[in-house]
């Protein structure tokens, strides 16, 4: 493909009402807003401007009929859930970050994307005459007033395939486009996690040691160590808690830089799960985010700099008890109320707003993400129920299914089998990728 300006670009106001913008060379502009293309390295840069008003969404159509019996392939909006595959054209169907084209005669792929970490959340519509790019610049379930700044939303990069080029290599190479500083790799993340016995109950620091005497067994010198990871269940307040995370369970954990150097002596690498997005215990009820949450469920307000602050030092104290691996899980859900397969064409549920109304969702998640990565240091950060296409780069690890089970073989298939086959291209250009534990328990079958 070749990436040209679009034919039209629509613009979407506080109450979703839609205008057309005017096109002025590659500039489109209606009342108040104005939409502008550039060359961006390799790529299009779509910049938006709103000083005075509100802005929802911003939509780019292009008029170029595809191959018929065209085979699309899609992204997830956070992890997958199964349910990524190449399906014939569906004009309805929802392609979050980018999309891959295979034309089953000729044999050739080709594919558009935007670049890692944008100011919007980005998906293509893909119909038999053309295919369009929705910027979704919302801040919570409303509008964005952004003001005198001037956002780059996305920018657009796009590959062609060879005519004996695989669709995954592709797919890979577009990966490689949208993502051109990934961290280093970690090298190779193996290891335990014990939620797949314990599903965050009634475990104790002997069956967290345990583990980890097991799986330095199992790797027998290797001079790759394996992770000893404690996942939920270490501190009080449920099964998947939120903070503070202040101290371990008491009376069960009450030692935790104890826990993390036991586990270091015996020969594995301290790893631990995290919430960082929720309370369990609350003070002030106006740090929490408006909008949809269940009675039980205290998520923060990732505009609010004192939460900013305390998931800071969260972060620092875990990796200062000595945990070389912290696992931070659940934002995406407390940031929106839904898990990512829950999404579709919108984010969350309509009406509410973050208490900082200026930034758009993606900036508010990308700078919670700098946050985390910042307060770590050296620790390996593994995102779990994160956006990849935002965590790319701020994350050596990120986890790109939903969970896999120690009691059900299905849902492993489902889930990590699933993920593997259609985001193994991001493992090495966006990040390390995980596809989440294979389960060895008495009720998955060994020959699986």
């Known amino acids: ?131 369009s790019l929705w910027l979704d610049l919302r801040n919570g379930g409303g509008p964005v007033r952004p003001g005198d700044r001037r956002l780059t939303a996305a920018t657009i990069v796009d590959v062609t395939g060879a005519a004996d080029e695989t669709p995954w290599a592709v797919q890979r190479r577009l990966c490689a486009e949208m993502c051109t500083d990934p961290l280093p790799s970690a090298g190779p993340i193996v290891g335990c996690n014990n939620w797949y016995y314990a599903y965050g109950r009634d475990f104790t620091p002997e069956h967290v040691l345990r583990d980890a005497d097991t799986v330095v067994s199992l790797a027998d010198g290797h001079p790759v160590r394996p992770f000893a990871v404690v996942d939920a269940g270490w501190s009080a307040g449920g099964v998947c808690p939120g903070g503070p995370w202040k101290r371990g369970l008491p009376g069960i954990f009450d030692d935790m830089p104890g826990l993390a150097a036991a586990i270091a002596e015996r020969g594995a690498r301290p790893g631990i799960w995290m919430r960082p997005a929720a309370l369990s215990f609350v003070d002030d009820p106006g740090r929490l985010r408006a909008g949809p949450r269940r009675v039980a469920e205290q998520p923060l307000d990732l505009t609010v700099p004192e939460n900013l602050a305390d998931i800071d ?95 059900h073989w299905e849902r492993t298939r489902h889930m990590g089998v699933n993920s593997l086959a259609f985001r193994l291209a991001q493992h090495g250009t966006f990040f390390t990728a995980d596809a989440d534990c294979v389960a060895c328990t008495p009720q998955t079958p060994w020959e699986k």
């Open 313 to 407: 030092a969260d972060v620092r104290r875990i990796r200062g008890w000595g945990f070389e691996l912290i696992k931070h899980d659940f934002s995406t859900y407390d940031a929106f109320g839904r898990f990512g397969n829950k999404v579709g064409s919108d984010l969350t549920e309509s009406g509410w707003q973050w208490a900082d109304r200026s930034l758009t969702n993606a900036e508010i998640l990308l700078r919670f993400y700098r946050t985390i990565r910042e307060a770590a240091g050296d620790a390996v950060l593994i995102g779990c129920n994160t956006v990849g296409h935002l965590a790319a780069g701020l994350v050596e690890v990120q986890r790109i299914g939903d969970d896999t089970s120690g009691r």
């Open 1 to 131: 493909m070749t990436i040209n300006p679009p034919d039209s670009v629509l613009l979407l106001g506080p109450d979703d009402d839609v205008t057309t913008a005017r096109r002025d060379g590659n500039r489109f502009v209606t009342l108040g807003t104005e939409v502008t293309l550039r060359p961006a390295s390799d790529g299009m840069a779509v910049d938006v401007s709103c000083p005075t008003g509100e802005l929802s969404r911003v939509g780019l159509r292009w008029r170029r009929p595809l191959v018929p019996g065209s085979l699309i392939l899609g992204d997830a909006w956070e992890r997958g859930y199964g349910d990524l595959q190449w399906r014939s054209v569906q004009p309805e169907r929802v392609l979050p970050w980018s999309w891959l084209r295979h034309d089953p005669d000729s044999g050739r792929t080709d594919g558009m994307g935007v670049r890692v970490r944008p100011a919007a959340f980005c998906s293509w519509l893909v119909d038999e005459d053309g295919f």
